[in-house]
C-alpha cells in the first residue's frame, strides 16, 4: 500500500472529507513525527509501535569503487519498534 | 527536554492543523493506523513517500539461549515489521 492508496481508503470512509483535506492529515501525521524525532523526541503510538532516534558514531567509511578512505560524520538515524498488540495481530 | 509524544498530541496537531472536530480526527487517526495494520496483516507493504517503509519480515525458527541459565531454547518462527526511513526524513533528522 503506497501513500495515495492509504488516502483514497480514507477518503472513501469519509465521506464529508475532500480528497486534499485528507492529504493534508496524512502528510501533518507524518510531518509531525518527523519533526518530533528531529527534537530528539520519541513518539508512543498504543496499538501500533514507537518511533525513536538512535545515534550512529562517527566512523572512517570507504569508497567501495575505490577504496579511499571517506569520514562519516556522526548521525541520528530514526529508528522504530513494533507495538505489542501489532506484534500479536502480525503473528495470528 | 526529552518529550513523549503521544496519539492524543497527534490528533489534537491534526484537530488544529486542519480545523476538524476533535472526534473527527481521531476517528480518521485511527482509520489510518488500522489501514497501515491490516496492510501489514494480510503481509503487503507499506511506502508511505517522504516518510519510510513498513515491511513485513519473516524470521526463521532458530536455537536461542537463556543469557541467565545458558540453557538452550527453541526461539519460534515469527513476524516481525521492519521500517526503512526514506532519505528526506534521514536528511531532515540528521
Known sequence: ?92 | MKKTWTKNDLIEKIQSEIGISLSDSSKIFEEIVEEILSSLENGNDVKISNFGTFSVKKKKSRLGRNPKTGDEKEITARNVISFYPSKTVKSKIS
Open chain 1, 1 to 92: 500500500m503506497t501513500k495515495s492508496e492509504l488516502i483514497l481508503k480514507i477518503t472513501s470512509k469519509n465521506s464529508y472529507l475532500y480528497h486534499k483535506d485528507v492529504y493534508k492529515i496524512i502528510d501533518t501525521l507524518f510531518n509531525c513525527v518527523t519533526q518530533a524525532l528531529k527534537n530528539g523526541d520519541r513518539v508512543e503510538l498504543r496499538g501500533f509501535g514507537t518511533f525513536t532516534t538512535k545515534l550512529r558514531n562517527a566512523r572512517i567509511g570507504r569508497n567501495p569503487k575505490t577504496g579511499d578512505p571517506v569520514a562519516i560524520p556522526q548521525k541520528k538515524m530514526p529508528f522504530f519498534k513494533m507495538g505489542k498488540s501489532m506484534k500479536e495481530r502480525i503473528n495470528s
